[in-house]
């Protein structure tokens, strides 16, 4: 006879606002088709409390979290180590508890190039990517590890763009320049992969128009976007009509949660499943 248990494994999100992370109903989608009696919190932490919250993390015993913004950065200092890769973005969105340590973890650009590997091995690929927060720095490490042959970052801050192509330059060896977007964007014909890793078009600036000129899409791009919620921007509608073949924001959203479930569980958990429970809520 079992002994009745009561106490569910924890994980959680901290993040302000974080009200709208869906991230929450995916993992505990996965971990009921697992069988695993785990639990995802979606908690509110405020910049301030950061610290007492990690260290709630620790007394409190919780297996794993993911940090969403504006805590990928400041979490550093309060984590026992960080991987590689996590170290050359600078941002951590993942702690992993092995024994009584905190790991710090980065699974956005990892979840990223996941996605595009179901479409295409980005080694020797051309890219274009807008943007140069979190998400872009995740991303542009990642594809270059990836072997990407060569990325252009496009941004309308020039500060955080040339931040951005020196760190891809200088960390990873692979060549990155930056442009400014200043107006519509014009794509070179030998580009292979487009992304956005910018907030246009993110809820509830829905009908966000994507500054690009959309006659420079060719059909045999691949065309890819961080925008979870909603999934279809106007830059994916633009592709769609293009030609081109589009990965949406959900993907990567499912990727880097697999990555984090396998890290926390040692399970692999069912892709399929967590795209399914997105697409509920938001209703796809
Ligand atoms: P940051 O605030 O760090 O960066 C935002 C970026 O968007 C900057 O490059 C900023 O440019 C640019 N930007 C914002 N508004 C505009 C605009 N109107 N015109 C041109 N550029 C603009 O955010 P994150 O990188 O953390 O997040 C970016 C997006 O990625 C979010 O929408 C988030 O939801 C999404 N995301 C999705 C994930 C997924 O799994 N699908 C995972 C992580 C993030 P500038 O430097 O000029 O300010």
Known sequence: NQPLNFKQELTCVFGQPVAENPTQ??????????????????????????????GGLRAMGFRGAN????????????????????????????????DDQLLGENTDGKGFVQSLKE??????KKIVMFGAGGAARAIGVETALAGAAEITIVNRSTERGEALAQLLQEKTGVPATFTKWDGDYTLADDVDVVINATSIGLFPDVDAVFPLDFASLKSNMIVSDVIPNPPETHLLREAAKAGCTTLDGLGMLVNQGVIGFQ???????????MRAALEEVFGV
Not at 32 to 51: K, S
Not at 119 to 124: F, L, Q
């Open 25 to 54: 109903c995916m993992m505990e989608a996965a971990y009921n088709a697992c069988g695993l009696e785990w639990r995802y919190l979606t908690i509110e932490v405020a910049p301030e409390n950061l610290a007492q919250a990690v």
């Open 263 to 273: 890290l926390w569980t040692g399970v692999d958990p069912d892709p399929q499943v």
């Open 67 to 98: 940090l969403t913004i504006p805590h990928k950065v400041e979490v550093i200092q309060y984590l026992d180590g960080i991987s590689d890769a996590a170290a050359m973005m600078g941002a951590v969105n993942c702690i992993v508890r092995k």
């Open 119 to 124: 479409v295409t091995d980005p080694a020797g």
